[in-house]
Structure formats: structure tokens, C-alpha cells
């Protein structure tokens, strides 16, 4: 094949694969070189490269992680990372702070795909999960596998408060497409936020609260001006007793203000003009042949 042909082909192959991003204010896709994560800085909305964390370990590989419902598909793009120890190990990078103001109500989505490995583990300290932390390294929101429960669950504030029912979710070693929700309630010093998880919910249309696979709804979790994300840190946490071996691998990671900005699909109009660059790219190869 000529390096004309080829050229076309890959512009074509490009233009399927691609992701057709929404509005997200952070987005990872792992679209690096195979091998050690660390150092590799792209995705979306980032403002360091990624670094080790604790004895760190996090590797992309190829082919990426997707999520299909029904007729629709996530965009997705690049390949995924994991990381698998006995000690405390994975990566971590930061970004601007993400905040709710004063006196409102403020609504976040996060969605990834994910699947964790040796879950349930021996103490409860321990962990594989993806934690959303503020600038004093407090882990306000996590999700993953946590101690004796095997199953997806959400944590809020520290490692004994605010997990979400861990009987209403599947079990986190099947890799799933999660969706979150965070109602951020700061009208008041006593208002209650409000976290919900989907667990492989349908693509194309925003998944009812009463839809939700677990939840945990009328604590108060963050004050004002407490609720501030800086850093994103993925991985395994061994606290104590037995040092088994833990992994996570996650893929898509996206969080933005609405439920479209976390869960971007192809639009009939972007498919079209997808369509269009393969066609165009067929008939220059029959001319060529002719």
C-alpha cells in the first residue's frame, strides 16, 4: 500500500474512532503511548502530567475500554490504564479547584468505566478506588471496592462515613460503566447533598433518581466553601493485615454539569459527516485503482 492510501485510511480510521466530546470540564481517555503512565499529560482540563503515588505501577495498554446500551455507544478514545500491588500503589494529577458556591445547589456528574481486582479485602482501610480529593489531600468523594464489601459503592468524607448501600450494587470486579451524581446543597450550614450511582445505566437520555443502583441522600457531607476538587488520585490503598493483591483498571473518565456532558454519544449530523470522510476516502482508492 502507498503512503497516499494509507494516509486516507488512517484519516478515516481516525474520523470513526475519534471522540465527539461534550462540554466536560475534566476528561481522560489514556489516548498516550502503551506503557508506564507516569509523566503522560493530556486528556482534558488537567493541570499536571501524571505522577506516582505511593509505589505507583499504572500502565495504558491497548485496546480502550468501551460501553455500548442499546443502540448507542460512548465515545471513547486511546487505551486504559491499570495497576495491580499488594502495597499502596496508582497515580494521581490535579487540576483548577472545582467548587459550589454559596447559596445554591450545584449539580456534578462523573462517569468511567471501571472493574477492580481482590476485592473484599481484610480491613477496612483498604481499598481500589478513584478519589476525588481537595487541596489538603481529604478524599471528599470516592468510588470503588472498600474494605469486606466486593461491591461498587460510593464514600464521601474519610473511610468509616458515608458509603453508599454496597447490597444494592454488583460486584466491582465486573468491569462497569458508572455514572455519578453530586448534589452540592450550600443554601444552608445544615443542608443536606446528595450522591447517586448508576451502575450500567442507559445511554442517550439523563437515568431517573429513582433509577439509581445506590445512593446516600440527606447527610450533610460538605459545609460551605468545603467542597473544593483538586486532585484526582486512582488506585489501591493497603492500610494493614493482610497484603493481598489488589488492582484497578479504568478507562473514560469524565466530569462535567449534566448528565450529557459524562455520557457523549454520536450525533445523527457527526455521523453523517463521519460517513462522509470514509466514502470520500473509498472513491479515491477506486480511481486509484482504475
Avoid: C, H
Amino acid at each position: 500500500m502507498n503512503m497516499a492510501k494509507l494516509a486516507l485510511l488512517t484519516l478515516a480510521s481516525a474520523a470513526l474512532l475519534a471522540p465527539l466530546q461534550a462540554d466536560v470540564i475534566l476528561y481522560e481517555g489514556f489516548d498516550y503511548t502503551a506503557g508506564a503512565l507516569v509523566n503522560q499529560n493530556g486528556g482534558t482540563g488537567f493541570s499536571t502530567a501524571w505522577k506516582n503515588s505511593g509505589a505507583g505501577g499504572d500502565t495504558v495498554t491497548y485496546p480502550g475500554l468501551t460501553y455500548t446500551s442499546g443502540a448507542n455507544s460512548l465515545n471513547v478514545i486511546g487505551g486504559y490504564t491499570t495497576v495491580t500491588n499488594t502495597a499502596t500503589a496508582g497515580s494521581y494529577r490535579d487540576f483548577s479547584a472545582i467548587t459550589a458556591a454559596s447559596d445554591t445547589v450545584t449539580t456534578y456528574w462523573i462517569s468511567v468505566i471501571a472493574s477492580t481486582g481482590g476485592a473484599p479485602y481484610s480491613v477496612s482501610g483498604d481499598e481500589a478506588s478513584l478519589q476525588f480529593r481537595d487541596g489538603s489531600g481529604t478524599n471528599l468523594l470516592s468510588v470503588g471496592a472498600f474494605g469486606s464489601s466486593a461491591n461498587w459503592r460510593l464514600r464521601a468524607i474519610g473511610n468509616s462515613s458515608g458509603f453508599s448501600n454496597a447490597g444494592d450494587a454488583p460486584s466491582s470486579s465486573t468491569e462497569a460503566y458508572l455514572v455519578i451524581r453530586v448534589d452540592v446543597d450550600t443554601t444552608t450550614s445544615s443542608a443536606a447533598d446528595n450522591l447517586y450511582l448508576w451502575v450500567n445505566p442507559e445511554l442517550g437520555s439523563e437515568p431517573s433518581i429513582a433509577s439509581a443502583t445506590s445512593s446516600i441522600t440527606g447527610t450533610n457531607f460538605w459545609d460551605n466553601g468545603e467542597f473544593s476538587l483538586v486532585r484526582l488520585r486512582t488506585g489501591l490503598i493497603e492500610s494493614g493485615g493482610t497484603a493481598e493483591s489488589k488492582s484497578l483498571t479504568f478507562d473514560e473518565l469524565r466530569l462535567g454539569t449534566s448528565f450529557t456532558d459524562v455520557a457523549p454519544i454520536p450525533e445523527p449530523a457527526e455521523l453523517a459527516g463521519i460517513m462522509g470522510v470514509l466514502v470520500a476516502a473509498l472513491g479515491f482508492l477506486r480511481r486509484r485503482r482504475s
